[in-house]
């Protein structure tokens, strides 16, 4: 496959244009910004103050260490939540219409333990456009040779069982993010089809935040701290498996379903249909009437608004649901979701069991 590849609109379809015609239309009406409202803000600072919140009760071992253990997992969650709900839209340029604001939002992923630079390389620039295209879309890359997704992956005997382990490896997601994931996309020759060539000051950077995760949440803790190295690992390990278990599940199940399409250019280094209609054949919405769960989730359950829209801040789409699923099924497109995060987990779990057949 080549860097080229390109989405050729063989029917001449008119379904972009027309919602986001009428996505606009929903914004004049109503006179709404489509950028952070008051309620966005709110949802801002309750998770920032829960953090820090969580993160000194735990540092200054203000209660038991079974509870502060607790407060780990709960910890682990919310910087799940906050990667969710404040730095994936920051990082889009959807929070506001001021960059700066932007910017300092998003620099709180470097904070978590995240690289800034390569999420909107590997995210924002090569998972949005290439959507569930094998080769292309690093999004794809579970654990390479372990999880198989796709009918493009060689088989092995292993994948048998992948609907059943896929879990467990899905709560080693954070660790291997922080610890494993950002360095080799960095270091390698490409992400996907993107050649890799990088500023200089992004060398620093790197290093140098990660180096800031590290100290505050493992130098930090074994230097304040009255535990043992056990307990610490226990701690440890307790805050990134919760917080790897929220994120593979939430990122999963908006591309990793039994109803999603994974498209294959072929020999012609192209996909026959319109980039907006790739985006509505390859991704699923969950649970898209539950506030909970968009709280929760950023709206990252309702990925397909998401994809097309990805320059509006989050807390607008349970609006703009409504006018993406009618004007899809006008046009005889499909508009995949399952009702709830429980249907989508069990879509889930047998996309892993029919993609784990040879």
């Given amino acids: ?3 080229t590849l390109k989405f050729v609109d063989k029917n001449n379809s008119g379904f972009f244009t027309t919602v986001r015609e009428r996505v606009d239309q929903y914004f004049e009406t109503n006179r709404v910004s489509k950028r952070a409202n008051r309620s966005m803000v709110l949802k801002t600072i309750t998770y920032l103050v829960s953090f820090v919140s969580l993160y000194l009760t735990i540092l200054l071992e203000v209660f038991p260490s079974w509870v502060s253990l607790l407060l780990a997992i709960a910890l682990g969650m919310n910087m799940a939540f906050i990667g969710f709900n404040i730095c994936h839209d920051a990082l889009h340029g959807s929070y506001s219409s001021k960059k700066w604001v932007n910017n300092s939002l998003g620099f709180l992923f470097n904070i978590i333990g995240a690289n800034v630079y390569v999420w909107k390389i590997t995210h924002n620039k090569i998972h949005h456009t290439y959507t569930n295209i094998v080769g ?3 999004d794809l890359e579970v654990a390479p040779g372990i999880v198989r997704v796709s009918p493009e992956e060689k088989h092995y005997p292993i994948h048998r069982f992948q609907h059943i382990y896929a879990f467990f490896l899905y709560a080693l997601a954070s660790i291997s ?6 360095y080799k996309k960095f270091f390698q020759k490409r992400i ?11 060398y620093f950077n790197l290093f140098f935040y ?5 100290t505050l949440f493992i130098i930090l803790p074994l230097i304040v701290m009255d535990i043992t190295w056990w307990q610490f690992i226990i701690g440890f390990l307790a805050l990134n498996f919760a917080e790897g278990l929220v994120l593979g599940l939430v990122f999963q199940l908006a591309h ?48 397909v608004e998401h994809h097309l829209f990805p320059k509006i801040c989050h807390i607008h789409y349970p609006e703009l649901s409504g006018i993406v699923k009618e004007t899809a099924l006008e046009f005889g497109l499909p508009y995949h979701e399952n009702r709830s995060f429980a249907s989508a987990l069990k879509s889930h779990y047998n996309f892993l069991k029919r993609a784990g057949k040879k």
């Fill in 210 to 214: 990660k180096l800031l995760y590290y």
């Fill in 177 to 182: 993010w922080f610890f494993r994931k950002d």
């Fill in 136 to 138: 292309h879309d690093g």
């Fill in 256 to 303: 990793l379903v039994e109803q999603t399409e994974f498209p294959n250019p072929g020999e012609a280094e192209n996909i026959e249909n319109a980039w907006a209609e790739h985006q509505m054949r390859t991704t699923a919405n969950f649970a898209r009437k539950s506030r909970l769960t968009t709280f929760l989730c950023g709206g990252l359950n309702l990925q």
């Fill in 192 to 202: 996907g089809k993107h050649e890799n060539k990088h500023p200089k000051i992004e």
């Fill in 1 to 3: 496959m080549s860097s």
